[in-house]
């Protein structure tokens, strides 16, 4: 028989003897397994997008929308700095373009911009929602605060452990950042703060034990009227135990600046 022909026959038997090669079942559900994974990932991705994107436009304060002619939140709170004692003057006007600021007025609604009130109407989903911080507010005015140091206006920059000077022949004692909101002493970082409708917010830099008080900004903040609840912002101020203008030509008296928060003593961060 040939070379060639015997070749060939060999190659014949060898391929009738040789067993078909199965596939593993459990190999076959892996991949299986690992097609689902990456379609339910990509689902999970998309819904998680939507759902953020919506959730932003639901929470409030809302952003307006020129394009839909929707009208946004329009809120504001107060806000106050103190350094060793004294109160600092009102935080000065800025305009901001995603509508967190100390704006100038520019209506009858807002006649109080300027007064050391934070003008809360969100032109942007950058400013809006979870995204309306104190922070927010206090970056594009160029400024800053953390738990442990801050950095406002009027030369306002402290951090833990400066000193403040002493009073009534008594030495300098170090001081640290402490913050309220509504006279309640807060933790963490000030910036992280989401601000609410009518929230009377205190900064400071004060020794141990040395009480913050309420802002003497608060007063302006009790003649904002709220478009979904006029006395919302009084109603606040008076429970705070401020005085409010409560008639037509009545005498309102401003917050003073010895004026003590109805909160428990600040006490030292761990």
Not at 61 to 88: E, F, K, M, Q
Not at 144 to 164: I, M, Q, R
Request: net charge positive; aromatic share 4%; with cysteine.
């Amino acid at each position: 028989m040939p070379r060639r022909t015997r070749s060939y026959a060999r190659a014949k038997a060898r391929q009738k003897n040789r067993k078909p090669v199965q596939r593993r079942p459990h190999a076959m559900a892996w991949n299986i397994g690992i097609a689902v994974v990456v379609v339910l990932g990509v689902v999970g991705i998309v819904v998680s997008k939507q759902s953020s994107s919506v959730s932003s436009a639901d929470v409030a304060p809302r952003a307006s929308n020129s394009v839909t002619n929707t009208t946004g939140d329009n809120w504001h709170a107060a806000i106050g700095v103190n350094v060793c004692g004294s109160w600092l003057s009102a935080a000065p006007p800025f305009q901001s373009p995603v509508g967190i600021d100390t704006a100038v007025a520019t209506n009858a609604t807002d006649s109080q911009q300027g007064d050391g009130l934070i003008h809360i109407a969100p032109s942007d989903p950058s400013a809006a929602g979870k995204h309306a911080t104190l922070g927010k507010f206090l970056s594009d005015g160029g400024w800053s605060a953390s738990a442990s140091d801050f950095d406002l206006w009027d030369n306002g920059k402290k951090s833990n452990g400066d000193t403040c000077p002493g009073t009534s022949g008594k030495k300098s004692q170090p001081g640290r950042v402490v913050w309220t909101v509504d006279g309640k002493v807060q933790q963490g970082n000030p910036s992280d703060y989401r601000l609410q409708d009518c929230d009377v917010i205190a900064i400071g830099f004060l020794p141990k034990g040395q009480k913050l008080g309420l802002p003497p900004e608060m007063a302006a903040l009790a003649n904002v009227p709220d478009a979904a609840n006029p006395t919302l912002c009084s109603s606040v101020v008076d429970r705070l135990g401020g005085t409010t203008t409560t008639a037509a030509g009545s005498a309102t008296t401003a917050v003073g600046t010895d004026t003590t928060a109805p909160s428990p003593t600040t006490t030292a961060a761990p």
